[in-house]
């Protein structure tokens, strides 16, 4: 029933940017943490980042200093800006959220992933 859909991934060169956003919708009511994760091939997915409803942050150690999470709740979006990008940044980067629908039901959700390749 929600849907995220993610956007701003592409191909990008060492040292370079990208933002990432994710918009989610679908039966809503409210939205609590809201993240995003990311998977290289042939390895396990990780977190990258998250922020809370009260814009508390969380980052990898991998990220911190280089990207910044932030969430948009008048919209239930939520975004990436990945800047001094390295090629181990490289990999598949999924937005996940969870809150409360309109049935009252609590839930958790993720996207289907947006592509980031860091290369030269």
């Known amino acids: 029933q929600v849907q995220l859909v993610e956007s701003g991934g592409g191909l990008v060169q060492p040292g370079g940017s990208l933002r990432l956003s994710c918009e989610a919708s679908?039966?809503?009511?409210?939205?609590?943490?809201m993240g995003w994760y990311r998977q290289a091939p042939g390895k396990q997915r990780e977190l990258v980042a998250t922020i809370t409803s009260g814009g508390s942050t969380n980052y990898a150690d991998s990220v911190k200093g280089r990207f910044t999470i932030s969430r948009d709740n008048a919209k239930n979006m939520v975004y990436l800006q990945m800047n001094s990008l390295k090629p181990e940044d490289t990999a598949l980067y999924h937005c996940?959220?969870?809150?409360?629908?309109?049935?009252?039901?609590?839930?958790?959700?993720w996207g289907q992933g947006t592509q980031v390749t860091v290369s030269s």
């Open positions: 996940s959220i969870s809150g409360v629908l309109t049935t009252a039901s609590a839930f958790r959700s």
């Open positions: 679908g039966g809503i009511r409210s939205i609590n943490a």
